[in-house]
T-cell receptor, first 113, second 116 residues
Framework: AQSVSQHNHHVILSEAASLELGCNYSYGGTVNLFWYVQYPGQHLQLLLK??????LVKGIKGFEAEFIKSKFSFNLRKPSVQWSDTAEYFC???????????FGKGNQVVVIP | NAGVMQNPRHLVRRRGQEARLRCSPMKGHSHVYWYRQLPEEGLKFMVY????????ESGMPKERFSAEFPKEGPSILRIQQVVRGDSAAYFCASSLTQGTNTDTQYFGPGTRLTVL
C-alpha cells in the first residue's frame, strides 16, 4: 500500500523566514503528487499538483514544490513566509490508475509576526 | 461558486446510535470520495463513488459503514451502531466527470463526529 511521510509535524518560524516541508512516498511506479493546505477554520485547499512534465511546480501564494523521482520526494518550499501562511499542510499521492489519495500526517506550521 | 458542501459540520452521537453524514459535490462533479481523519493522523481514503455506483470501497471498514450516491441528492456516509473509535473528522471530496486519476479532488469542510 502507498505510504506518505511528512516529518517535523510542528514547525514554528518567523515572518520572512524560508520554509521547506519534506514529503516522501513509498510507491515505485507512476504517481501524481499534491500539496493541500488547511487554514484555521477552513477546508482543505489545493496548493499545487504534479502530474507530469517540469518537476518544479509553482503553486498559489508563492509556494513551489520539486519532484525528485530518484528520492521519491516532493518537497514544498516558500522563500519568505507570512503570518497568513499559518496553517496545516498535507502532502498527498495517488498511484497511476486509481483515484485513492494517500495523505501524510501533515505539518502544522505557525508563523510568528 | 459553491464548493463541496457537507452537513452537519458537527455531529454528536451516543454509542449504538446511527450517524448519517451528507455531502453535496461541486456543481458538475459526479465523482465523490470519502476520507476519515483520526486525531493526529492524516486523511485515510474510505470509498469512491459515482452516481449510483460504488467504484472503490477498499478503505471502508467491513462492518457498520456504508455509502451511497443516489441519482438525485447528496452522497451519504452511514455509520451504524457507532462506537467511540468512530470519533473523527470525515471529509468528502469531489472531482469532474472524467474521474481519471489526474483529476483534482476538491474537499468539503468536513463533519466532525463525536461519539459519547
Amino acid at each position: 500500500a502507498q505510504s506518505v511521510s511528512q516529518h517535523n509535524h510542528h514547525v514554528i518560524l518567523s515572518e520572512a523566514a524560508s520554509l521547506e516541508l519534506g514529503c516522501n512516498y513509498s510507491y515505485g511506479g507512476t504517481v501524481n503528487l499534491f500539496w493541500y493546505v488547511q487554514y484555521p477554520g477552513q477546508h482543505l485547499q489545493l496548493l499545487l499538483k504534479y502530474f507530469s512534465g517540469d518537476p518544479l511546480v509553482k503553486g498559489i501564494k508563492g509556494f513551489e514544490a520539486e519532484f525528485i523521482k530518484s528520492k521519491f520526494s516532493f518537497n514544498l518550499r516558500k522563500p519568505s513566509v507570512q503570518w497568513s501562511d499559518t496553517a496545516e499542510y498535507f502532502c498527498a499521492v495517488n498511484e497511476g490508475g486509481n483515484n485513492r489519495l494517500a495523505f501524510g500526517k501533515g505539518n502544522q506550521v505557525v508563523v510568528i509576526p | 461558486n459553491a464548493g463541496v458542501m457537507q452537513n452537519p459540520r458537527h455531529l454528536v452521537r451516543r454509542r449504538g446510535q446511527e450517524a448519517r453524514l451528507r455531502c453535496s459535490p461541486m456543481k458538475g462533479h459526479s465523482h465523490v470520495y470519502w476520507y476519515r481523519q483520526l486525531p493526529e493522523e492524516g486523511l485515510k481514503f474510505m470509498v469512491y463513488l459515482q452516481k449510483e455506483n460504488i467504484i472503490d470501497e477498499s478503505g471502508m471498514p467491513k462492518e457498520r459503514f456504508s455509502a451511497e450516491f443516489p441519482k438525485e441528492g447528496p452522497s451519504i456516509l452511514r455509520i451504524q451502531q457507532v462506537v467511540r473509535g468512530d470519533s473523527a473528522a470525515y471529509f468528502c471530496a469531489s472531482s469532474l466527470t472524467q474521474g481519471t486519476n489526474t483529476d483534482t479532488q476538491y474537499f468539503g469542510p468536513g463533519t466532525r463526529l463525536t461519539v459519547l
